[in-house]
């Protein structure tokens, strides 16, 4: 049977980009790119893997050790919430920087899928994808905690305060714009026009994610290596980053919100 016209859609490999040929520019787009790295994502993947390296280091089995994801900031309840809701707006601004820089490169947004020309679409894809990644990885890492390769990750150890779930979401909220934004629209565009081939610039971004997880050990490495190369490849392939946004706020609400209401109420949950 012929494929449908969707599906031959989706296998059907993204439109060549218009490579940077001036040599100037080229250096320019490179140093750009060590820019942004360097100030979001990828020194928090330098900052994981030290993390791991000090948590390997100790006498207290990896599985043994516990990392918190979102943490008091401060003993004062409002400070605490201050606090909180400025490191959203730091991720928020992570994401704004790629977006700026794109729209400075004369890329249009809605190029990369950051446009509301199919909200439906985008609701549905967010919604397959996160039930795609996020019941595997769920289970990747409970085998990873058992076989002693994964600390005890706690999605939120906040105090239960009137603002925590607001929070939770505004913080899975800002991961999730935050990444897909740098690591998806912005990076593998830039490398597409540096010429780079889309398995190349795919492998690049999945490894790139997988390094800033490593402080959660080995589970979280592959589990985020793994999601970058699906949420790269739908990219590829949809031009949707709205979709991929929404996927990865629901992953994150899942876990940090689920958490907050089941730690301590079921005996599967390390």
């Known amino acids: 049977m ?20 001036d040599p100037r520019t080229r250096r320019l787009v ?13 020194l928090s993947a330098v900052r994981s893997a030290l993390y791991l390296l000090d948590a390997v280091l100790q006498p207290v089995p990896l599985n043994e050790q516990e990392v918190a994801l979102n943490a ?44 509301g020309s199919r909200p439906g679409r985008d609701t549905l894809g967010a919604a397959g994808l996160a039930a795609l990644i996020g019941v595997p990885g769920l289970g990747l890492y409970l085998v990873a905690h058992a076989l002693g390769v994964s600390v005890t990750i706690q999605p939120t150890v906040l105090d239960d305060t009137w603002w ?20 998806v629209g912005y990076l593998i565009t830039r490398l597409r026009q540096l010429g780079w081939s889309e398995n190349r ?6 490894v790139l994610r997988g390094s800033y997880h490593l402080y959660q ?51 599967w949950l390390p």
Not at 87 to 112: D, F, N, P, Q
Not at 164 to 183: K, Y
Not at 201 to 206: G, K, N, W
Request: proline content about 5%; hydrophobic content about 60%; aromatic content about 6%.
């Open 2 to 21: 012929a494929p449908s016209t969707a599906v031959r859609a989706w296998l059907a490999p993204p439109p060549p980009a218009a490579v940077i040929t």
């Open 30 to 42: 490179g140093l750009e790119i060590l820019v942004v790295l360097t100030v979001t994502l990828g």
């Open 72 to 115: 008091p900031a401060a003993q004062a309840d409002l400070v605490d919430l201050a606090l909180q809701l400025t490191r959203v707006l730091e991720l928020v601004g992570w994401g704004a920087l790629g977006a700026y820089l794109l729209l400075r490169a004369g890329i249009a947004l809605r190029k990369v899928g950051l446009d």
């Open 164 to 183: 925590r779930t607001p929070v939770l979401i505004a913080s899975a909220a800002g991961n999730a714009w935050a990444e897909e934004v740098v690591m």
């Open 201 to 206: 610039s795919l492998l690049v971004q999945a």
């Open 217 to 267: 050990g080995l589970g979280g490495f592959i589990g985020n290596i793994v999601m970058g190369l699906v949420f790269g490849r739908v990219w590829q392939r949809t031009n949707r980053l709205w979709m991929l946004v929404g996927a990865h706020l629901l992953i994150d609400v899942v876990a940090f919100v689920g958490y907050s209401l089941l730690a301590g109420r079921v005996s």
